[in-house]
C-alpha cells in the first residue's frame, strides 16, 4: 500500500466510540477480515475491500454538511475512518476537487484523509490502506503533464509517495487522449499502482481501454452512479462493457445519497441540494420498495442499508463505496458483508425498482 512521506502540505485542524448497531453480527467482522472479502481491481494488481469508504462529504460545504464545516464534523469523519479501518474496510476514495475551493469546500478531503492514515499509522504501523483519488478534468488542463501535476500536488495534500488508484474523474471537453497519456505516465513513473476512469460512457471507457492496454497497462476501474433505483449503467451499456473487458465497476451514491436508508419520507425530504433531486413525489413513489427492502432486512436482521449495499455487492464485478460522514454510518456499512441475498431477492428488488422513474444523473456521463 501507498507509503507516508513527511510534506508541509498539511495546515494545522484540530474520536468518541460508539457502541455498534444491532444488525452488524460478529461473523460479518470475521468475513471482512479474511482475504476472499478481497477483490482484484480489473486486471490490475490492486486487491481492495469488497466495500469501501467514499470521502466526498470530508470537508465539503457546497453539497453536503448543510453548507458548514466544524470541529465536530471533522470528529465525526475521524471516527467513521477508524471505525471501517476496525472492521476491516480499508479502501476510501477521494478526489482533488472535494472539500475544495474549487467546489467551494472548507478543507479538501485529501488533506483529511492523508491526516486520518498517518494518525492511525502512528499508533499501528502495520495498518494498510489503499488510497483512491481523482484527477478533475478542468477546461482549462491540457496534456499529459497536466495529469502529472495535478498528481503530486494529491500526493503533498495526501502525503503519500503513490496512491493505490489514480482516476479521472469524468471526461473533458476536449484533451481526453492525454489525460489518458498522462494517467498512463503516472504508473510507468510508479506514482500509482492502478489507473481508472469516473463517469465514462461506453465508447469513451473502450478508448480508454485500447489505449492503455497499447502501453501494456490494464484498465482497473470505471466509477460511476449505480444504485437500485438508478441502474444506468446496466441500461447504458457501462456495466455489460466492464464485464466484457474486465474492468471493475466502482458504484459511488450506492445508497441514492441516503434516499435508499429509509432515513426519509414525503413528510420528511433531504435537505439542502438533495432535496431538488428527491422531492416528496418521488419519495411516495418510493414507498413501496423502501417497505420491501425492509422486510427482507428483517429477515437477515439488517438494516434497509445493508440490504441494498449488498443487492450490489451481488451484482458481478461492482464494488460500492458508500459515504460515511459517521461512526455510526461506518459500522452500519460493515453489516453489509458477510452474507448474500437470495438470486430471487436480487431479482424481485430489481422489477420493483424499474416501476420508479429513475431521478437525473450527473450531466458529464453523457459527454
Request: charged share 25%; hydrophobic share 40%.
Amino acid at each position: 500500500m501507498a507509503m507516508h512521506v513527511s510534506s508541509a502540505c498539511f495546515s494545522a485542524f484540530s474520536h468518541s466510540r460508539v457502541q455498534r448497531t444491532r444488525a452488524v453480527a460478529s461473523e460479518d467482522f470475521t468475513a471482512l477480515k479474511s482475504e476472499k472479502e478481497k477483490v482484484k481491481l480489473g486486471g490490475s494488481e490492486l486487491k481492495v475491500t469488497r466495500l469501501g469508504i467514499g470521502a466526498w462529504s470530508w470537508g465539503d460545504t457546497s453539497y453536503w454538511n448543510n453548507f458548514e464545516w466544524d470541529d465536530r464534523k471533522l470528529k465525526a469523519a475521524k471516527a467513521a475512518f477508524d471505525v471501517s479501518v476496525d472492521r476491516g474496510i480499508t479502501f476510501f476514495d477521494t478526489a482533488e476537487v472535494y472539500g475544495s475551493r474549487f467546489s467551494m469546500g472548507a478543507i479538501n478531503s485529501e488533506t483529511l484523509l492523508g491526516r486520518f492514515i498517518r494518525e492511525r499509522k502512528e499508533k499501528d504501523p502495520t495498518v494498510e490502506v489503499a488510497v483512491a483519488t481523482k484527477f478533475a478534468a478542468l477546461p482549462w488542463r491540457l496534456g499529459r503533464e497536466s495529469v502529472l501535476n495535478a498528481l503530486k500536488d494529491s500526493l503533498c495534500r495526501l502525503g503519500l509517495s503513490s496512491v493505490d488508484l489514480y482516476q479521472l474523474h469524468w471526461p473533458g471537453i476536449w484533451g481526453n487522449e492525454g489525460y489518458i497519456d498522462g494517467i498512463g505516465d503516472a504508473v510507468e513513473q510508479g506514482l500509482v499502482k492502478a489507473v481508472g476512469v469516473s463517469n465514462y460512457n461506453e465508447k469513451r471507457l473502450r478508448d480508454a481501454y485500447n489505449k492503455l492496454k497499447k502501453r501494456g497497462i490494464p484498465l482497473a476501474s470505471n466509477q460511476v452512479n449505480y444504485s437500485l433505483i438508478y441502474r444506468a449503467p446496466e441500461e447504458n451499456g457501462v456495466k455489460a462493457t466492464c464485464d466484457e473487458l474486465g474492468i471493475s465497476l466502482i458504484a459511488y451514491s450506492p445508497i441514492a445519497q441516503g434516499i435508499l436508508t429509509g432515513k426519509y419520507s414525503p413528510e420528511n425530504p433531504p435537505t439542502g441540494p438533495r432535496r431538488r433531486i428527491y422531492t416528496p413525489e418521488f419519495l411516495t413513489r418510493l414507498q413501496p420498495l423502501l417497505n420491501r427492502i425492509g422486510e427482507i432486512g428483517e429477515g437477515y436482521s439488517k438494516t434497509p442499508t445493508q440490504v441494498v449495499l449488498n443487492w450490489l455487492i451481488a451484482q458481478e464485478n461492482v464494488v460500492p463505496i458508500p459515504g460515511a460522514k459517521t461512526a455510526e454510518q461506518a459500522e452500519e456499512f460493515a453489516g453489509a458483508l458477510g452474507w448474500r441475498l437470495t438470486d430471487e431477492e436480487i431479482n424481485e428488488l430489481r422489477s420493483l425498482a424499474s416501476e420508479i422513474k429513475p431521478v437525473v444523473g450527473f450531466p458529464v456521463e453523457k459527454l
